[in-house]
């Protein structure tokens, strides 16, 4: 008997949890509900919704289409009875325990919640495991990610493979990033279990034999070979972290931040080598930025917004509060000038524009055209939040790095900034996630990225007409999952910089 069991057996704690998290839901139970009884009622409460939770399961089960496979049947139908698990226990628990009796408003709000997560989780279960035709994708995968000219060579062994233009910057982003996250406080293990995650999820797209057009062994091999050198790099950097000093570490991620510029720019040059270098014979002709495409268009802009969008954005916010006109004035006016139009107006006279004002001194395509435009218009973004912090940080500060003897320039770099960059990090981030998003905007120019192609994937077989939904649904996670990766990030840098506690600005 449950009652007669030990206050501390496994099956109490468990029952005394339950009854925690169920208070936590459907509020305080009625008077008739004590110590001595909970256990009881909460053993009541499980069973029976693990029964109709059960008959849930037999019930979606008899109603699925035979033709679907067995594995994706007992799938949905786990998650559908957990979801209606949990809806019956808290519909049970609010009459049970009574807890209308002391809220009215707390078991309704659980009760909603309850049903609302049964409906609508248990749909969408349905359209993804069971409804949708996932096939578009794993026969396009190549394409989603490289575009349809890179695409072309790993597809067809008639046309040269380019994708060894995409790895040595794929190789170095991945081991800056690595040493990076090696001078927080990121544990090993969460590392390995993290890092472990992305590698395999990598590693089941490449290889997942459905629809595969392509030899994966070389991509799994150098994708083993970069999550290795990443890990090796994490290593190093946490062994160096570990032994150093602060301003040692500190000087270890500014040399990571200028190696991710530099990083930045070779990713460019090795996909569209300069004419120089390929006139000379110093390397071979690449890939015309108007053939680029997929999603690595999206992250070349976002990278050009992170890179050359912050430090304009510090060259725009000092210059804008400097008391030469010479500085200010301009700084204003550019300024104010991008932040009048919205993204897609900026596009739209990048592309027809923009070339009659740039052609006299650089004869640039569609795509650095974008670039130039995301840069310059997420630096008018960032340089005005920049300025709110600036104005913020304290003069005492300022007065006190001049009496130590510090230049105008370094008190600007290394205290006003750094004050200014602490308070204004989630403004910052914000815009980052908003440049990100609006990334999807350069397929009004004709610029072939994930989101276009996404749109376009269902023409390209007659076999995957009626499948215009799964490409953009895949198009968008991947949205949000970097947009989500983008705050978590934002988080633990805050964290860092002392931002979730009171006086933490000495780590900034």
Excluded at 178 to 203: D, H, P, Q, Y
Excluded at 332 to 339: L, M, Q, V
Excluded at 428 to 437: E, H, P, T, Y
Excluded at 471 to 489: D, G, H, K, Y
């Amino acid at each position: 008997m449950i009652s007669d069991m030990p206050q501390t057996s496994p099956v109490m704690r468990a029952l005394k949890w339950y009854a925690g998290f169920d208070e936590g839901i459907t509020g305080k139970p009625a008077k008739w509900v004590n110590d001595s009884n909970e256990h009881l009622f909460s053993s009541s409460v499980i069973l029976l919704s693990l029964l109709l939770a059960i008959n849930t399961y037999f019930t979606e089960m008899d109603s699925l289409y035979l033709e679907v496979s067995q594995w994706k049947n007992v799938l949905y139908c786990l998650i559908t009875a957990f979801l209606a698990f949990f809806a019956w226990s808290t519909t049970l628990s609010v009459i049970f325990k009574g807890t209308f009796t002391q809220s009215k408003s707390a078991p309704i709000l659980g009760l909603i919640v309850a049903w609302a997560m049964y409906f609508i989780v248990s749909g969408v279960s349905y359209f993804v495991i069971v409804g949708a035709e996932w096939e578009v994708i794993w026969a396009n995968r190549a394409t989603l990610f490289l575009g349809i000219e890179i695409n072309t060579g790993v597809v067809n062994p008639d046309f040269e493979n380019q994708t060894w233009r995409l790895w040595p910057s794929l190789i170095l982003t991945t081991i800056i990033i690595c040493s990076a996250i090696g001078t927080t406080s990121e544990t090993n293990r969460g590392f390995a279990v993290k890092f472990g995650l992305i590698w395999a999820a990598c590693i089941f797209y490449v290889w997942y034999p459905v629809r595969l057009n392509y030899n994966p062994d070389g991509v799994m091999q150098n994708l083993t070979l970069t999550a290795l050198l990443g890990a090796v790099a994490f290593l190093l950097s946490r062994r160096y972290t570990e032994k150093s000093e602060e301003f040692l570490v500190n000087k270890l991620r500014s040399y990571l931040a200028v190696s991710a510029v530099f990083t930045f720019f070779i990713a460019i040059a090795l996909l569209d080598p300069p004419d120089a270098l390929v006139e000379r014979g110093y390397a071979e002709k690449g890939i015309e930025p108007f053939l680029w495409g997929g999603l690595y268009v999206n992250l070349i802009l976002i990278a050009a917004s992170l890179v050359l969008g912050s430090a304009l954005s510090v060259l725009l916010a000092f210059g804008r509060r400097s008391e030469l006109p010479f500085f200010s004035w301009p700084s204003t006016i550019i300024i104010e000038f991008i932040r009048s139009g919205p993204m897609v107006a900026w596009l739209f006279i990048a592309l027809f524009i923009l070339p009659d004002v740039i052609r006299p001194f650089y004869d640039a395509d569609v795509v650095v055209r974008t670039i130039m435009t995301f840069s310059i218009f997420g630096a008018c973004y960032i340089a005005e939040v920049l300025r709110g912090g600036l104005q913020n940080v304290p003069r005492g500060q300022i007065e006190a790095a001049v009496a130590l003897g510090l230049s105008p320039t370094q008190v600007k770099l290394f205290v006003e900034l750094p004050a200014a960059v602490r308070t204004t990090l989630p403004a910052i981030v914000s815009i980052f996630i908003g440049l990100w998003k609006d990334t999807t905007l350069v397929y009004l120019l004709g610029v072939l990225d994930v989101f276009a192609i996404s749109k376009i994937l269902p023409a390209t077989d007659f076999q995957f007409g009626d499948d215009y939904l799964e490409p953009l649904i895949f198009a968008a996670t991947f949205f949000w999952v970097v947009a989500l990766v983008l705050s978590r990030i934002s988080l633990k840098v805050e964290k860092s910089l002392g931002l979730v506690k009171e006086g933490g600005a000495e780590a900034t």
